[in-house]
Structures are given as structure tokens and as C-alpha cells.
């Protein structure tokens, strides 16, 4: 019944320590992404995990950025050491396919502020 | 790679004038063109698909293949249509969704 959930739904943390996302889809959707979302650059491809398929890790920004998806359903995004300029408010989304037009339902993000 | 280009960062009309919010892609093949929509403290929400070919709050979009542009219109804006609107992408073969950086809707009284 309930959409995607994120949590924390706010995140301060120190320059250089690292931090966890959650994400918990809607039930049953097996295509899963994180997007970033900064003041001026529009929403920034991370990472899309769709069933049992290799991820598509090909947004992520340094090795620092890491996401795992445990049982197909949470899925954890991961940002070691992280820098002033990570700060921004990250996003994940659900939908029910791979293929076809399915629409991306939106959790309301975790706002990150890197000090 | 796919790129999804909105012009205009910021976009203000007054109320019953009409709006049309430019969305252009470079990709050569057949995309999947969508518009999305962020209000004021709600989540990002799906507003409509060029395949339905469908009017959601009065608003169209039409596939130009020609010019690779997916332009988001609407005859006549209504305060309650101010948001962030996103233009996205995605590969008929994939399922990736690449999104433009957005325009901010400001209708005004």
C-alpha cells in the first residue's frame, strides 16, 4: 500500500565520516534507481538495480559511492568519506518493469548536508 | 549517450496566459519521452508519457522527431500549476530514465 519510503529523511554529517541510505520500494517492483538532486543540475543518474541483473552503476560519481540491494526489495546506498560537494538531497524510485513505459514512483529523498 | 536538454531554468507567466515549457533529447533512436512534476513539498510525480498521447491538468505534450523536442504545453496556466517540471528520457531498449536539469513554474495571480 504505501509508496517508496526513504529514510533518514535528513542526514548532517561531518566532512570525511561516511553515511547509509535506505530505500524501501513499493512492494513487488522489481526496478529500483537513485537519483541525486542539486540546486542547477536537475537529477543525476546514480545507480539502477533491476531483479537479479548487474546493476547499471554507471552514474555513480567516485568509488566512494557505493549501493547494494538485499532480497531484491531495500537497498542501501553508501557514501564513504564524504566531501562538502556530495551535499544534496538523493533520491530513489520504484517501478513495476524493466521495459516499457512504467512509471518511476519517487520516495521524498534524504536531504545530505556534508559540514 | 542520450542527453535531455530544458532551456529555461526558470519560467513565470501570469495566470490564464499560456505555457510552454521546452524539453529537447539528442538520441537517434525511438525514446521514451515523459514529463514530471515536483510540487511544492510533495515528491516527484509522473505527469504524462508521449505513448499515451494523453491531457493530464490540461497539459500536452507531442513528440517531435523532426526537431527532438518533447515541449510541454497548456493553454491557459492555472496558479496551482507552479512546480519543477522535468523532462526524461529513456531508451525503448532500456530502462534507464535520463532527466533534464528542470524549469521552475511560477504562474502569478
Known amino acids: 500500500g504505501a509508496g517508496v519510503s526513504q529514510s533518514p529523511s535528513n542526514k548532517v554529517t561531518e566532512k570525511g565520516k561516511d553515511v547509509e541510505l535506505r530505500c524501501d520500494p513499493i512492494s513487488g517492483h522489481t526496478a529500483l534507481y537513485w537519483y541525486r538532486q542539486s540546486l542547477g543540475q536537475g537529477l543525476e543518474f546514480l545507480i539502477y538495480?533491476?531483479?537479479?541483473?548487474?546493476?547499471?552503476k554507471s552514474g555513480l560519481p567516485s568509488d566512494r559511492f557505493s549501493a547494494e540491494r538485499t532480497g531484491g526489495s531495500v537497498s542501501t546506498l553508501t557514501i564513504q568519506r564524504t566531501q562538502q560537494e556530495d551535499s544534496a538531497v538523493y533520491l530513489c524510485a520504484s517501478s513495476s518493469a524493466g521495459v516499457g513505459n512504467s512509471p518511476l514512483h519517487f520516495g521524498n529523498g534524504t536531504r545530505l548536508t556534508v559540514t | 549517450a542520450q542527453r535531455v536538454t530544458q532551456p529555461e531554468k526558470l519560467l513565470s507567466v501570469f495566470k490564464g496566459a499560456p505555457v510552454e515549457l521546452k524539453c529537447n533529447y539528442s538520441?537517434?533512436?525511438?525514446?521514451?519521452l515523459f514529463w514530471y512534476v515536483q510540487y511544492s513539498r510533495q515528491r516527484l510525480q509522473l505527469l504524462l508519457r508521449?505513448?499515451s498521447r494523453e491531457s493530464i491538468k490540461g497539459f500536452t505534450a507531442d513528440l517531435n522527431k523532426g526537431e527532438t523536442s518533447f515541449h510541454l504545453k497548456k493553454p491557459f496556466a492555472q496558479e496551482e500549476d507552479s512546480a519543477m517540471y522535468y523532462c526524461a528520457l529513456r531508451l525503448a531498449s532500456g530502462s534507464r530514465l535520463t532527466f533534464g536539469e528542470g524549469t521552475q513554474l511560477t504562474v502569478n495571480p
Open positions: 538495480f533491476q531483479g537479479n541483473s548487474a546493476p547499471d
Open positions: 508521449h505513448i
Open positions: 538520441y537517434s533512436g525511438s525514446p521514451e
